[in-house]
Nanobody, 124 residues
């Protein structure tokens, strides 16, 4: 069982930066990949970024590639999402998720545990 809690969301202006954190419980954290997803009102929950258990590999959605960076600190059981050059279309609830496998994966069905989400709102 892994429990994840996101933090760091808020209201920012377009072009600003924000860093989300995801604290995870459980002794298996360092052996599982972690991911970030987001869901805008009326839309599906979409993949954003994922990182391998060891932190040496990451995958990104095209929409955030070059602007967002996922990282993790296994000693702190925490994964981060650094978001730069934020755009209006980045407004969404951002979810952290713990997967069932060690390699990075963009598929929601590979994620067993989800946080409650943190709101990110980008204004003009």
């Amino acid at each position: 069982q892994v429990h994840v809690v996101e933090s760091g969301g808020g209201l920012v202006q377009a072009g600003d930066s924000l860093r989300l954190s995801c604290a995870a419980s459980g002794s298996t954290f360092s052996s599982i990949a972690m991911g970030w997803f987001r869901q805008a009102p009326g839309k599906e929950r979409d993949f954003i970024a994922t990182i391998s258990a060891s932190g040496d590999r990451a995958l990104y959605a095209d929409s955030v590639k070059g602007r967002f960076t996922i990282s993790r600190d296994n000693a702190k059981n925490t994964v981060y999402l650094q978001m730069n050059s934020l755009k209006l279309e980045d407004t969404a609830v951002y979810y952290c998720a713990a997967s069932r496998i060690s390699w990075p994966t963009p598929w929601k069905e590979n994620y067993a545990y989800w946080g409650q989400g943190t709101q990110v709102t980008v204004s003009s």
